[in-house]
């Protein structure tokens, strides 16, 4: 029959030609179950947009703590006294705080989205952790400019706290923007991995560029 076909098990199950004329890599990783998405034309990405854009996403969501272990020697200079007294008791190990105040918070807050995933809709979580991650550089920017030879052991204790909050932040923002990706062709979830990669090149890139420079 023209509009139908026999499955496997014998039923008359309708064919539609939507379902034949996208290439495998346009088809989503997952289907909807609450309705059918053969029923309408699927969207076409003429100009690649989607693509450019989880692409974008995945450089968003791995640049800021790359920025934040790269600038190891603004750090060093800010926590240092100008004085010549010792500095706080943690600038030796400044790195080593990095790392703690970034792995513990990521994980209790990928738990916590996987637990919130069916409760706050995809475009909150990764709206608001796009704000909270702005805020907090928008106060490091400024902090750049702030004399903090006289207060070192807290702006020590404010840089870990930022780097709490970022890390969290870019948790939910890159389990939220990895897990939307599966409702999108295969290609976009490729751009998203892609877009990872490009912090990893432009920090170690940029490192010896400001070093040099000052």
């Given at each position: ?86 500095g706080p008791a943690g600038q030796d190990y ?112 940029a490192s010896p560029f400001t070093e040099t420079?000052?």
């Amino acid at each position: 029959m023209g509009g139908a076909r026999v499955s496997e098990m014998g039923f008359k199950v309708p064919s539609h030609p939507n379902t034949t004329s996208l290439p495998q890599d346009q088809e989503p990783l997952l289907e909807d179950p609450t309705r059918s998405r053969y029923s309408q034309q699927k969207p076409r990405d003429h100009w690649h947009s989607a693509y450019i854009i989880f692409f974008l996403l995945g450089i968003g969501s791995l640049l800021p703590w790359n920025f934040f272990i790269t600038a190891k020697h603004y750090w060093r200079y800010k926590l240092q006294n100008c004085s010549d007294e010792p500095g706080p008791a943690g600038q030796d190990y400044f790195e080593s705080y990095i790392s703690i105040a970034s792995t513990v918070p990521s994980v209790l807050c990928l738990i916590g989205n996987f637990l919130l995933v069916n409760k706050v809709p995809a475009s909150v979580r990764i709206l608001s952790s796009l704000f909270v991650m702005l805020t907090v550089f928008l106060v490091i920017t400024v902090l750049v400019k702030v004399d903090t030879s006289s207060w070192t052991t807290s702006f020590f204790a404010l840089t870990v706290g930022c780097v709490a909050v970022v890390s969290s932040a870019s948790t939910v923002f890159s389990s939220s923007i990895f897990g939307l990706s599966s409702c999108f062709p295969m290609r976009n979830l490729q751009a998203l991995i892609s877009g990872w990669v490009i912090p990893l090149a432009s920090t170690s890139h940029a490192s010896p560029f400001t070093e040099t420079t000052g």
